[in-house]
Structure formats: structure tokens, C-alpha cells
T-cell receptor, first 114, second 117 residues
Framework: KAGVTQTPRYLIKTRGQQVTLSCSPISGHRSVSWYQQTPGQGLQFLFEYFSETQRNKGNFPGRFSGRQFSNSRSEMNVSTLELGDSALYLC?????????????FGSGTRLTVV | AQKITQTQPGMFVQEKEAVTLDCTYDTSDQSYGLFWYKQPSSGEMIFLIYQGSYDEQNATEGRYSLNFQKARKSANLVISASQLGDSAMYFCAMRYHSGGGADGLTFGKGTHLIIQP
């Protein structure tokens, strides 16, 4: 079965611009989570969506937002980009409410802000 | 709050030796899941092994086994007969119910494992 697909794989943006990243989960997975990974801060949770509703949000400024569509595909948006937003953004999908079920991650989008 | 601690930022191991990567966790929940992921330089997070908080037996998946000591809140990953392809970052993570029907997944800071020929 197809895995989690993230697009694009690489992105270079200028400070002040905005960016939209896309994530298509594994078929049947309705829970989608986003993580930011940087060398300094490690893996940080951004938000989690289930059935088009944001259920959980990490400690990030309002410039970071997301949404989920009826087909469970998710997008995250970062407005007014800052140099510190340069990171690997990982999306993961899972079956919701199943503690014993792992998250499957995509290959990530590597965002560079210049 | 849930917390995962990985105390080994980096490890060098000779090929074919066994490796133990340490992970301790902190939670007041009774029900949780513990996971190990491998992240090669390409960036993708690859699931390795899972241990449930109520599982009495240690999990095993091929060359990977999880040394689960619940009373000590530790979930160490053991890789037997290490291979050059095992060189990567390894993350310990915990899945838990965060309330309101939502789940959370919290990660440790990772261990950078380098296998030397």
C-alpha cells in the first residue's frame, strides 16, 4: 500500500514569504500530525488533525497553521517566514485512538528560508 | 506531562557488535505505547519496534529487541549483530492519550549511531 506522501521534498523561500506543505496519509488513516525537526530543537510537535478538526496543537506561533480535508489529506501553512523556520517538516499518519498503533511518517519537506 | 530522555547523543560501535540505545520515559498515564524509529540521513522516520505499557513480554522484531523495564520506566533498544546500514539517528517515542480524544507522540532527542567497519 502507498505510504505517506509529502510534497514538495525541497523548498527554498525568502524571508517574509509564505509556504504551503502538503501531506497525503495512508489510505484509511484519518489522523495526521505534523512535526518540525531542527538540529537545535529536535523533533517538535506542531499539530494533529482528525476528521478535519485540529485536536492538538504544539507551542508554535500563530504563523503556523494547518487544515485537513475530507479525504484526510492535510496541508500546513507558514506565513511571514523567518530564517528560524528552516527545518525538516515531517508529516505522520495513524489510526486514531490506538495507543498500540504506530505513526507512519513521510519523507519530509526540507524548507530553507533565505 | 510526558517526557522521553535519551542520554547518549552519539555512539560508535564496531560492525557485528550488539548495541544498546538507552531510553527512559516519564508519564503518569497507565496506558501508553513506546516506539523506536530510525532516521537515516535521507530524513524519513522508519518504524522499528513497539512496546505497549501492558505487554509483559519484551518486543522483538528481527535484529531489534526492546528491553522494557516498566518499574524503572526504561525502554532500551537492542540491536544485535550491527551492520553498516544501521548507522543513523535513533529516536525513542511515546504515544499517549492527550485528552479530548486526541493522541500525542513525544520524542527523545535521539542517539546518533555510527557503525564502524
Amino acid at each position: 500500500k502507498a505510504g505517506v506522501t509529502q510534497t514538495p521534498r525541497y523548498l527554498i523561500k525568502t524571508r517574509g514569504q509564505q509556504v504551503t506543505l502538503s501531506c497525503s496519509p495512508i489510505s484509511g488513516h484519518r489522523s495526521v500530525s505534523w512535526y518540525q525537526q531542527t538540529p537545535g530543537q529536535g523533533l517538535q510537535f506542531l499539530f494533529e488533525y482528525f476528521s478535519e478538526t485540529q485536536r492538538n496543537k504544539g507551542n508554535f506561533p500563530g504563523r503556523f497553521s494547518g487544515r485537513q480535508f475530507s479525504n484526510s489529506r492535510s496541508e500546513m501553512n507558514v506565513s511571514t517566514l523567518e530564517l528560524g523556520d528552516s527545518a525538516l517538516y515531517l508529516c505522520a499518519s495513524s489510526l486514531a485512538g490506538r495507543i498500540n498503533y504506530g505513526y507512519t511518517f513521510g519523507s519530509g519537506t526540507r524548507l530553507t528560508v533565505v | 506531562a510526558q517526557k522521553i530522555t535519551q542520554t547518549q547523543p552519539g555512539m560508535f560501535v564496531q560492525e557485528k557488535e550488539a548495541v544498546t540505545l538507552d531510553c527512559t520515559y516519564d508519564t503518569s498515564d497507565q496506558s501508553y505505547g513506546l516506539f523506536w524509529y530510525k532516521q537515516p540521513s535521507s530524513g524519513e522516520m522508519i518504524f522499528l519496534i513497539y512496546q505497549g505499557s501492558y505487554d509483559e513480554q519484551n518486543a522483538t522484531e528481527g535484529r531489534y529487541s526492546l528491553n522494557f523495564q516498566k518499574a524503572r520506566k526504561s525502554a532500551n533498544l537492542v540491536i544485535s549483530a550491527s551492520q553498516l546500514g544501521d548507522s543513523a539517528m535513533y529516536f525513542c517515542a511515546m504515544r499517549y492519550h492527550s485528552g479530548g480524544g486526541a493522541d500525542g507522540l513525544t520524542f527523545g532527542k535521539g542517539t546518533h549511531l555510527i557503525i564502524q567497519p
